[in-house]
């Protein structure tokens, strides 16, 4: 873990929700330092999706707030909101492509509009996402003619293309098809190898076996467990995390 850092480049404190007359997240806390990778687990309607939709202001909390390199961010300065989530990528479990657009144009659309660029440039710099994600050969199809785990490439170029500080990724898999939730982790592992800074929630337990600084397991909108992955899913550790995970089939990450 990133831990030996004096200060968070992202912090989390108290965060709480209330929908629909539940509360979601009852004061949830936590620390991301540079280059490290958090995951999320546990069972659904514990709180994993909206807790990330409260670190990039999907959705405001109710209470607690949130820093980014130790300045408070003011979730209703529209200004600084925009340029906060420029710098936290957020990745959804349905990909959120427009259809109408072409791969590279999905990915370049917010380079053009946010950014300001021009298109040439937005062009060359989307083409150098696509390539980055596998995706060279794919630039000028349409969503409908690209695969689930292709789709979901495209998704994270696009957020790779804004330099992000963190990254959110969202059950990145889990709308996949067996088959093609590899190509999407071996994208991810080599961020993680990279040093890209990631909070990601899933049930690929090998892959978090394998990567993730520290496991959050949450339950009923709070953080009941955290540790290393090496002491939550030790066998005969006894943790509520390992009890969980002994229940999930899991697909394993195949390395090039």
Known sequence: MKTNQKTPLMRVQDISVRL??????????LDL???EMKVLIGPSGGGKSTLLQ??????????GEIELEGRHVDPHNARELCGFRQQVGMIFQDFNLFDHLTAVDNVSIALRKVRGMGKAE??????????????SDKARLYPAELSGGQKQRV?????LAMDPKVMLLDEPTSALDPELVSEVLVVI???????????????QMGFTRALADEVLFMQEGRIIEQGSPRDLLAEGSGTRTLDFCSQIIDVEVCTP
């Open 20 to 29: 629909g007359g539940r509360e979601i997240l009852k004061s949830v806390s």
């Open 33 to 35: 330092y540079q280059g």
């Open 155 to 159: 998704s994270i170029a696009r957020a």
């Open 189 to 203: 592992r080599s961020l993680a190898q990279n040093g890209m800074t990631m909070v990601m929630a899933t049930h």
């Open 122 to 135: 937005a062009r060359d710099r989307a083409m150098a996402e696509l390539a980055r994600v596998g995706l």
């Open 54 to 63: 409260c670190m990039n202001y999907l959705i405001l909390p109710d209470r």
